[in-house]
C-alpha cells in the first residue's frame, strides 16, 4: 500500500507547531535526494547521441547518481567507460582540455552546467569521439538513479518510494533538519533516529547481515565498483 510524503510532513509538523509545510517538504526533498542516491533507487537507462569533435554533453536534470556509462561504438562492440574527474584530469595533465586528440572514448567525467542552462550537469568524454550518431551508433548509454522532488501542491499524492523499507525516515529527517535551525538541543536525537531508519534501509536493500558495514560507491568512480 503507498504512503504519501503528506504523512510524514504531519508526523513532524506534530513535533514542531513551528514548522511549515513549505519548509517541511523541503527537508524532505534533501532527505529523498539522499536515499535516492545511496539506495541506488529509480533506476534509469538514456541513451545520449554524440557529435564528431564535441568533449560534453548534457545529461538529465533529474540524475542525481550515474552507476555505469557505456560506450556503443556498434550493435556488437560496446564497453564501459572509466570514470575520472576534473581534479584527477589536472593532476595527470594541468593542459588536458588542448588535447584535442579524437577517436573512441575510454573514460568519463562530470562536470556542472554552463551558465544559462538548465541541464543539472554535462558528462566529458577523453577521448573526444570523431564520429557523429547514425543509425543509433556510436552512442553513449547512461544509467542512473533519478529525482524528482515532492511538492507542497501534490504532496497528498505523491507516494515515497516502495523500495524504502523505514519511510518513517522521511519524518525523521525534516525533524532533524527543522530541528538543527530552530531547536538545537533536540537536532541529535532526531539526527540518531534518522541514521538508525537509514542504516535499516541499507542493510534491506543491500541484504547485509547485521555489524557487516554498508558497502559505499562515490558517485563519480562507480564504474570503479566497490570501496
Not at 110 to 139: C, N, R, V
Not at 213 to 227: C, D, E, L, Q, W
Request: glycine content about 4%; overall charge negative.
Amino acid at each position: 500500500m503507498a504512503e504519501y510524503i503528506q504523512k510524514f510532513v504531519l508526523d513532524a509538523q506534530n513535533s514542531f507547531s513551528d514548522l511549515s509545510t513549505t519548509k517541511a517538504i523541503e527537508y524532505a526533498n534533501v532527505i529523498h535526494k539522499r536515499l535516492v542516491r545511496e539506495l541506488n533507487l529509480r533506476q534509469t537507462t538514456a541513451t545520449i547521441n554524440v557529435t564528431a569533435s564535441t568533449r560534453e554533453y548534457a545529461i538529465s536534470a533529474l540524475a542525481v547518481e550515474i552507476q555505469t556509462v557505456i560506450w556503443k561504438e556498434s550493435a556488437t562492440s560496446y564497453w564501459e567507460l572509466e570514470p575520472t574527474s576534473i581534479t584527477e584530469l589536472n593532476l595527470e595533465d594541468p593542459g588536458w582540455m588542448l588535447d584535442l586528440t579524437e577517436g573512441s572514448p575510454t573514460k568519463y567525467y562530470l562536470t556542472p552546467k554552463p551558465t544559462g542552462t538548465t541541464d543539472a550537469q554535462y558528462i566529458g568524454l577523453i577521448a573526444i569521439p570523431d564520429t557523429t550518431t547514425s543509425a543509433g551508433y556510436p552512442s553513449i548509454r547512461v544509467d542512473f538513479s533519478d529525482y524528482t522532488a515532492f511538492t507542497v501542491a501534490g504532496m497528498a499524492s505523491e507516494a515515497v518510494p516502495a523500495a524504502v523499507f523505514e519511510p518513517i525516515i522521511y519524518a525523521d529527517g525534516i525533524r532533524w533538519q527543522h530541528a538543527k535551525r530552530m531547536h538545537p538541543e533536540k537536532a541529535e536525537f532526531f539526527y540518531l533516529a534518522m541514521m538508525e531508519s537509514l542504516q535499516q534501509c541499507r542493510e534491506f536493500n543491500t541484504g547485509m547481515v547485521e555489524n557487516n558495514p554498508p558497502t559505499f560507491t562515490y558517485a563519480h568512480m562507480r564504474g570503479m565498483r566497490s570501496v
